[in-house]
């Protein structure tokens, strides 16, 4: 966009941070190279997390809560994957859920909430969207997904979605 191009040919602009789609990226940083500005770019992926055996297993469970709900996973380097050795997969898949059912949702300004709204309508009907092609595609939902509304009603219009753990054992 136009703030984006003035940022990055403006000589006082030393470096160029962006999260966001490869295409812009791309965009950002061949206008960048004109003035050899640094440039630091996340560009979404799908960030795999590896559990081994010999874990220890609150610490895994906690990691991947972490890498999955943080900033309701608005973050490229989110764990949209979670691979589990074969012989902890049952008391991994176990405590995840657990922990996950507890989560609470609502407004983000409280201590106790965990997972807040979702930013767009765009991204909210992203994900309720990829429920329904992990069920499609063989997984089971272990708990959660769908959307949700908070007890609180100053909340009513928000885009929340009950967190939720798929699986499926290869």
Do not use: W
């Amino acid at each position: 966009g136009e703030v984006g191009a003035a940022l990055t040919r403006h000589q006082d602009v030393s470096k160029v941070s962006f999260t966001g789609s490869v295409p812009t990226g791309k965009r950002i940083m061949s206008a960048c190279s004109d003035s050899l500005k640094k440039v630091t770019l996340e560009l979404g992926g799908k960030s795999p997390l590896i559990i081994f055996e010999d874990v220890n297993m609150r610490n895994a469970v906690s990691t991947a809560m972490l890498a999955n709900f943080f900033s309701q996973g608005a973050v490229c380097s989110n764990g949209t994957r979670v691979f589990v050795h074969r012989s902890i997969a049952e008391e991994f898949t176990a405590q995840l859920v657990e922990r996950t059912k507890k989560l609470i949702v609502g407004n983000p300004m409280n201590d106790d909430t965990k997972v807040g709204a979702t930013i767009c309508r765009m991204q909210y009907d992203k994900i309720l969207a990829y429920l329904d092609v992990a069920r499609a595609e063989g997984a089971e939902v272990l708990c959660g997904g769908g959307a949700v509304t908070p007890e609180d009603p100053e909340l009513a219009g928000g885009l929340y979605s009950r967190p939720h753990n798929t699986g499926r054992l290869h």
